[in-house]
Nanobody, 124 residues
């Protein structure tokens, strides 16, 4: 069992940066792969980035490659998403999710635990 809490969202201008954090409770968090997903108003949820349990395997959606960076701390109790060069199309509610299999897949259906989400709004 894991409970996830996202933080760090807010309102920024295009070109600015934000860092989201995903904190988790539960002893097994360090064994989970963690993914970030987002859902814009009126659109389906989409994959953003993911990181394996040991941090060695990382995936990004094409739309954020080169701008976003996912990482997890050495204690593996938090996962961060550094978002640079933000664009208005990045506006969405961002969710972190945990996959107990440890596989950093981009398929949201394989993630079991989800946070409540944090709003990111990028103005032009």
């Amino acid at each position: 069992q894991a409970q996830l809490v996202e933080s760090g969202g807010g309102l920024v201008q295009a070109g600015d940066s934000l860092r989201l954090s995903c904190a988790a409770s539960g002893r097994t968090f360090s064994t989970y792969a963690i993914g970030w997903f987002r859902q814009a108003a009126g659109k389906e949820r989409e994959f953003v980035a993911s990181i394996s349990r040991n941090g060695w395997n990382i995936r990004y959606a094409d739309s954020v490659k080169g701008r976003f960076s996912i990482s997890r701390d050495s204690a593996k109790t938090t996962v961060g998403l550094q978002m640079n060069s933000l664009k208005p199309e990045d506006t969405a509610v961002y969710y972190c999710a945990a996959n107990p299999t440890g596989n950093p897949t981009g398929n949201g259906k394989e993630y079991v635990y989800w946070g409540q989400g944090t709003q990111v709004t990028v103005s032009s």
